[in-house]
């Protein structure tokens, strides 16, 4: 994964998850372990389409969507691949065998998250350590493959909660993959994101009301 995906990683991470629209890019860096330089490269992009607004300290975040739209059109999922496979077993036998420590992302990191689908799934996609996946699920000669493990990284296991992967990270992946059912969930999926900024509005209103 590229150093600047950690970046969008963690800037959608504190807007759709935490609430957070200030940000400054000393604490991206930090948060990141990337330069300073790494970060503000990528913040000068953002504010070339004006999905952000520069502030002294920092910036805000004022059109996620267009953060999220960058982030899922310059991902590149199939570059992430290190190990895939087939296994026989069910969708839901494959999750449960899966390593402690393991990030499920598309289908999976969905159903995790909002315990439910839109729609009926058959591949699983998982940010996992490929050597041991590969131990537990041996590679197979069917051509059929059900079974994606792709890169994993601190950061994605810092910003991943309950085995399930960000809400953005759901959703660049599901982008990046596309076609059916991936386009199902992804049209689910943005109507819960579309909400989070308003929730947040809301909830700011209510903080600050006498």
């Known amino acids: 994964m590229k150093k600047v995906d950690r970046v969008l990683r963690e800037i959608l991470y ?18 990141c372990g990337l330069s300073m330089d790494t970060v503000n ?3 000068a992009k953002l504010n070339q389409f004006r999905s952000i607004e520069k502030k002294p300290l920092g910036f805000r975040v004022t059109e996620p969507e267009k953060v999220l739209a960058y982030w899922a059109a310059t991902r590149n999922l ?3 691949i290190a ?8 969708v839901s036998e494959i999750e449960g065998e899966m390593l402690p420590g393991s990030v499920f992302t598309m289908f999976s990191g969905y159903k995790l ?5 839109p729609t009926y799934y058959e591949e699983i996609y998982v940010y996992a350590d490929s050597d041991e996946v590969r131990r537990k699920f041996p590679e197979s ?7 994606f493990v792709l890169r994993q990284d601190p950061h994605l296991e810092r910003t991943s909660k309950n085995g399930a992967a960000t809400l953005a990270q759901l959703y660049v992946d599901l982008w990046q993959l596309g076609g059916s ?7 689910e999926l943005e109507k819960r994101l579309e ?4 929730e947040a509005l809301k909830a700011l209103a209510r903080r600050e009301s006498p």
């Open 83 to 90: 190990y895939s496979t087939y296994s026989p077993n069910s």
């Open 14 to 31: 504190r807007v759709y998850e935490r609430n957070e629209f200030f940000m400054s890019q000393k604490a991206l860096a930090r948060a």
């Open 141 to 147: 000669k069917a051509e059929r493959r059900n079974l």
């Open 181 to 187: 059912p991936a386009d199902r969930f992804i049209l």
């Open 41 to 43: 490269r990528l913040v």
């Open 113 to 117: 998250k909002f315990n439910e689908t």
């Open 195 to 198: 909400a989070k900024p308003i």
């Open 78 to 80: 199939t570059r992430d």
